[in-house]
């Protein structure tokens, strides 16, 4: 079993920025790839990000050139950091650990957050 907890979404205007983050804890030693996805009310649960355990990664278009994921091996934490925010950017943001990424793509495992809200205003 992987826990999950997110911490970092708020209030920010357009243009702005925010770090996300998520601690895992538990079994991580079985944690090889994590990914970042969000879901705006109404609409899927999309990959915005993800990293391999060699840290590769990719991103979704919408936010190539604007977000940055990273991560600390020694403190099971993925971070996700968002600039240039903009209004669409507006969502819940939720961590996902252990999924399978294998040639620039990202499939989710069980493993999800409590999820962040995120909030761009214009």
């Known amino acids: 079993q992987v826990q999950l907890v997110e911490s970092g979404g708020g209030l920010v205007q357009a243009g702005g920025s925010l770090r996300l983050s998520c601690a895992a804890s538990?079994?991580?030693?079985?944690?090889?790839?994590m990914g970042w996805y969000r879901q705006a009310p109404g609409k899927q649960r999309d990959l915005v990000a993800a990293i391999g355990s060699g840290g590769s990664r990719n991103y979704a278009d919408s936010v190539k050139g604007r977000f940055t994921i990273s991560r600390d091996n020694a403190k099971n934490t993925v971070y996700l950091q968002m600039n240039s925010l903009k209004p669409e950017d507006t969502a819940v943001y939720y961590c996902?650990?252990?999924?399978?990424?294998?040639?620039?793509?990202?499939?989710?495992?069980?493993?999800w957050g409590q999820g962040t809200q995120v909030t761009v205003s214009s």
């Open positions: 538990g079994s991580t030693f079985s944690i090889n790839a």
């Open positions: 996902n650990a252990g999924g399978v990424y294998y040639s620039g793509r990202y499939s989710s495992s069980v493993y």
